[in-house]
């Protein structure tokens, strides 16, 4: 089962106990979270814990919903998103990887939208995130 690395419901993780799990990619972390004030400077974070099943995940919102969760990992993170329709037509069409467009077209239709995950373990996918988190705002 693939879950958070902070599974402590009774702790809930900080920018130390981040740095220290995540290593060389705490700094695109920090980039992911950035951007998307830069973009929206009125987001809100939050840590939630869904679960025993997940552990701890963090949210960046706006006043509404949520934009992108960031889920750590040993080394690494992932981000999560949740497209609705036109959304998800605007980013099939779009620059981002033709793997990230396959695994959106490929998601399951709920009546909250598609989700889809992605690792986050280099600098490699840090445009199409972006990209992606663009595409959330705007729809």
């Given at each position: 089962?693939?879950?958070?690395?902070?599974t402590?419901?009774?702790?809930?993780?900080?920018?130390?106990?981040?740095?220290?799990?995540?290593g060389p990619?705490?700094?695109?972390?920090?980039?992911?979270?950035?951007?998307v004030?830069?973009?929206?400077?009125?987001?809100?974070?939050?840590?939630?814990?869904p679960?025993?099943?997940?552990g701890?995940?963090?949210?960046?919102?706006?006043?509404?919903?949520?934009?992108?969760?960031?889920?750590?990992?040993?080394?690494?993170?992932?981000?999560?998103?949740?497209?609705?329709?036109?959304?998800?037509?605007?980013?099939?069409?779009?620059?981002?990887?033709?793997?990230?467009?396959?695994?959106?077209?490929?998601?399951?239709?709920?009546?909250?939208?598609r989700?889809i995950?992605?690792?986050?373990?280099?600098?490699?996918?840090?445009?199409?995130?972006?990209?992606?988190i663009?595409?959330?705002m705007?729809?």
């Open positions: 089962m693939d879950k958070s690395i902070f402590d419901k009774n702790n809930t993780p900080n920018d130390s106990d981040l740095a220290n799990a995540l990619c705490y700094d695109l972390w920090q980039n992911m979270k950035e951007y004030f830069l973009k929206y400077p009125k987001a809100t974070v939050e840590w939630k814990y679960g025993d099943k997940y701890w995940n963090f949210r960046l919102k706006d006043k509404k919903r949520a934009i992108v969760y960031l889920l750590p990992r040993d080394q690494y993170f992932k981000v999560a998103f949740v497209f609705g329709q036109k959304a998800t037509d605007v980013i099939l069409k779009s620059h981002v990887s033709e793997a990230i467009k396959a695994d959106l077209a490929a998601a399951r239709a709920y009546a909250e939208g989700g995950t992605i690792e986050v373990k280099n600098s490699l996918v840090v445009n199409d995130v972006k990209e992606l663009d595409v959330k705007a729809h």
